[in-house]
């Protein structure tokens, strides 16, 4: 059981596999191959992975192994047919990537497609690990931009007010912001188009924004449901009234395998206020606001700064390379059984939940994609997709 760390391309500052997960993988019986300089940029040298007892070694060998992982989906032309791909395929929104893998028979096992309801999943769960990285760091680079102070300070030169905060969305990342912001001194309001959010922003410091017949908004997967198009624009619409004031505005609504829904309309960055911070946290799946341009920072013609970076993890790659890491190493190690690397039939993680469990959504597997060149027989959302 040999595994394959592929250093990752330059727009990652991540790397799959820390040292301190190696004697894990060890132990479990696997062989550790690291691409020469795959932890550079998380700050992890090839002599820390040599230390721990993994071999660096040139991409050449590296692909030679049987199991390959990478955050990103990598470049496949030099890989062999028929091995073992984990990683970030995304594969509803990059179907080609599924057809590429089932030209070379490859397996291919996609970490985002982890069923995370199942209680098991949870230690192998990268969505929420990065997502609650992303959380963390959108206020933290927000609140670097924003034009004044934060918390209140009482000071002899006067009172300086709190900073106020609104969070749409209360996911994983939504709650982290909101916790954040809350940590920092701000005043936070956040929406969810999920009723059952509401106690989850209070409990962790924010106020609830309530929008007039709002139902439970909430898909079999725990993620929120599509919506009508007249519903969007009366969340919308109550949501950016209470922004019209805000410092710091950021965006979480991501719906599984969509693109963004727009949250903030250019009219409502035209009502804004001057000096304003938009962080949205979607642009890489087209973006929450409608003036966000990906990958870029911009300042609107009414002064309101609009953030528009991708992979807001990769933007503090040491800790997320470690999280990511963790999760990596429980789901392979999951894998093995009297030191084999097994992919059983039976195993929730890998097929998704069995059809006479509440865990079960229909037409959803789980990280198994596809094998032998064709598609699980679980995943027949995607093969429509496809």
């Keep these: 059981m040999r595994i394959g760390i592929i250093r990752e391309n330059d727009a990652e500052n ?25 932890g550079d940029r998380s700050n992890h040298s090839d002599s820390e992975y040599e230390t ?38 995304d594969p509803f929104r990059n179907p080609e990537r599924v057809k590429i893998c089932n ?16 209680s098991r999943a949870q230690s192998m769960d990268v969505n929420s690990s990065q997502d609650n990285l992303a959380g963390y760091r959108s206020v933290i680079l927000g609140a670097s931009m924003v034009p004044k102070a934060i918390p209140m300070m009482t000071t002899s030169a006067g009172t300086v007010k709190p900073s106020k905060v609104v969070i ?56 929120a449901k599509p919506l009508t198009p007249e519903f969007i624009n009366k969340v919308n619409e109550t949501v950016c009234e209470v922004a019209m004031d805000a410092d710091l505005i950021i965006t979480t609504a991501r719906i599984f395998g969509r693109p963004a829904p727009i949250t903030i309309p250019e009219s409502a960055v035209g009502a804004f206020k001057s000096g304003a911070v938009i962080v949205d946290m979607n642009s890489d ?6 003036a966000t341009v990906k990958n870029e920072i911009i300042t609107t ?14 933007t503090i790659p040491n800790t997320a390379s470690m999280l990511f890491s963790n999760n ?42 596809c094998r032998d060149g064709k598609i699980h027989d679980n995943q027949t959302r995607l093969s429509e997709v496809v």
Aim: hydrophobic share 45%.
């Design 14 to 38: 991540r790397v799959s596999i820390v040292p301190n997960s190696i004697k894990k993988l060890i132990k479990a019986g696997f062989e550790v191959n690291i691409e020469t300089g795959a």
């Design 52 to 89: 721990m007892g993994a071999k660096v070694v040139n991409r050449n060998e590296v692909v030679k192994a049987n199991i390959l992982v990478s955050i990103g989906f990598p470049n496949l032309e030099d890989t062999p047919d028929g091995c073992v791909l984990v990683c970030v395929a």
């Design 103 to 118: 030209d070379k028979k490859i397996t291919l096992l996609s970490l985002d497609m982890i069923p995370r309801r199942i």
């Design 168 to 223: 749409m969305g209360s996911g994983v990342a939504g709650l982290q912001a909101i916790a954040t912001a809350k940590r920092l001194g701000a005043v936070v309001f956040a929406s969810d188009v999920r009723k059952s959010a509401a106690e989850q922003i209070e409990s962790v410091g924010g106020r609830f924004i309530h929008v007039d017949g709002m139902d439970d908004f909430e898909d079999d997967s725990g993620y």
């Design 285 to 290: 799946v087209g973006g929450n606001c409608e």
């Design 301 to 314: 013609q009414n002064g309101v700064r609009v953030i528009g970076i991708c992979n807001l993890p990769g």
């Design 328 to 369: 990596l190493t429980s789901f392979l190690t999951s894998l093995v059984d009297d030191g084999e690397f097994t992919m059983s039939e039976s195993d929730d993680i890998l097929v998704g939940a069995p059809v006479d469990t509440d865990f079960y959504v229909k037409g959803m597997g789980g990280v198994l994609v």
